[in-house]
C-alpha cells in the first residue's frame, strides 16, 4: 500500500527529484525526501524503497566516475555550501571577498566572473565554502551549483532584481537569503524605507556594504544568518578517559546518537555497548543514554565499543 506523505519539505523535494537533471542532483534530493519521510511504522516500505533508489544511484555515480566521463571537473561540494546569486556588478566578488580567505578578480567590466569562485568562511569552529558562480543574464550562469547549494545568497542592489533572480532559479533545495549590497550609497532614510519594506514581506535579509571602513556594514550579521541557515549539528566525539575532539562532526538537525555512531564506527553502531553525553542534550554531564536518544548542537558523545 502506498502511504500518503504530506511534509512539504518530502514533497519538494520529490518534485526536485523529479526535475532533477542527471543522477547526482538526483541523489541529493533523494537523500533530503529519506531525511523527511515519515519516521513511523506505516512508511516502512516507502523507506525501504528510497533507500533502495538510493543504493541504485550510488551505484551508477560510481559506474560513471569509472568510465571517466560525466565527472565534470567542478567543485566538490563541502557539508555547508552557499552560492552567491546576483546580476554583473551586484558585488558577487566583493562579497565572496570579505565572507572568505578567496582573492577573486573585482572589477567593474560586466560578466568579469567567468568561472565558479570558491572560499572558506571560518564560522565558529566550521568551515563553509561560498561559491561565486558567474552572473544570471550571462550564459555561464551555472544552474548545477544553485540546484545542489545549501544556502542561495541573492545578492541586490535594487528590490526589483529578487524577482528577476527568482525567474532564473532551477529548482532548489536551498533556503535564500536577500543580501542588499552596496547600502554605503543609501541614506539612512533609504535604509529604514528598505528594512521596513523587506521586513512586511517577511524576507530573510540583510543589508550590507562590502566596502572597508564602512561602519556597522552587516557583513557580521550575514555570517551569522548563513550559518544559522544550514539547520545543522556540531557534535564532538570523546573516548573514554580523553578530551573531545578538536573539530566537531556535521550532521543534519533531527539527528541521534546512532548517526553519529553510524558515521564515526562506519555502520559499525552494534558495536557500541554504552553511550554516554554532555551537553545541550543531556540531564547531567555523562548521562548514559540509547542510540535514539536525540542530539542537540554542541553536544558531545562517548561510546563505549566491544
Ligand atoms: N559603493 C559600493 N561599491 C561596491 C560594493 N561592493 C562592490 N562594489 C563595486 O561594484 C563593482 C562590481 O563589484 P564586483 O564584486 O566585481 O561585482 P560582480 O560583478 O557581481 O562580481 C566594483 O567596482 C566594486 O568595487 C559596495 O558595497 N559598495
Ligand atoms: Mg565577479
Redesign the pocket.
Known amino acids: 500500500m502506498p502511504i500518503n506523505v504530506n511534509d512539504p519539505e518530502y514533497l519538494k523535494s520529490e518534485k526536485n527529484y523529479s526535475e532533477a537533471k542527471n543522477p547526482e542532483e538526483k541523489l541529493i534530493s533523494l537523500n533530503k525526501m529519506i531525511s523527511h519521510a515519515p519516521k513511523h511504522k506505516g512508511g516502512e516500505n516507502l523507506r525501504q524503497q528510497l533507500t533502495q533508489r538510493r543504493k541504485r544511484l550510488e551505484e551508477l555515480i560510481e559506474k560513471k566516475k569509472k568510465k571517466g566521463h560525466g565527472g565534470k571537473l567542478g567543485i566538490k561540494k563541502g557539508e555547508m555550501q552557499a552560492v552567491i546569486i ?10 565572496l571577498k570579505v565572507l572568505t580567505n578567496a582573492y ?5 567590466v560586466p560578466f ?2 567567468g568561472e565558479p569562485f570558491l572560499g572558506t568562511m571560518e564560522y565558529e569552529n566550521s568551515q563553509i565554502q561560498v561559491v ?1 558562480i558567474p ?1 544570471i543574464e550571462g550564459e555561464k550562469f551555472d544552474r548545477g551549483v544553485v540546484h545542489t547549494a545549501d544556502t542561495l545568497l541573492l ?1 541586490i542592489t535594487l528590490q526589483k532584481e529578487i524577482e528577476e533572480i527568482r525567474k532564473k532559479l532551477p529548482p532548489h533545495e536551498g533556503k535564500e537569503i536577500i543580501v542588499l ?5 543609501l541614506s539612512s532614510e533609504e535604509k529604514r524605507r528598505i528594512r521596513s519594506q523587506m521586513e512586511t514581506k517577511k524576507y530573510n535579509f540583510e543589508i ?4 572597508p571602513y564602512i561602519r556597522e556594514n552587516g557583513i557580521e550579521e550575514l555570517k551569522k544568518k548563513i550559518f544559522d541557515s544550514f539547520n545543522i549539528l556540531r557534535i564532538f566525539t570523546k573516548e573514554p578517559g580523553k578530551e573531545k575532539s578538536k573539530k566537531p562532526l556535521i550532521l543534519p538537525s533531527g539527528s541521534s546518537i546512532k548517526d553519529v555512531a553510524e558515521k564515526i564506527l562506519k555502520g559499525l553502531s552494534k558495536k557500541v555497548i554504552e553511550t554516554k553525553i554532555w551537553g545541550p542534550s543531556s540531564k547531567f554531564g555523562g548521562q548514559i543514554v540509547g542510540l535514539n536518544h536525540p542530539l542537540k548542537d554542541l553536544d558531545i558523545v562517548e561510546f563505549k565499543t566491544r
Open positions: 546576483g546580476k554583473t556588478n551586484s558585488g558577487k566578488s566583493s562579497l577573486p578578480k573585482i572589477n567593474s568579469s566572473t561565486e552572473a545578492i549590497n552596496k547600502s554605503d550609497l550590507i556594504s562590502c566596502l
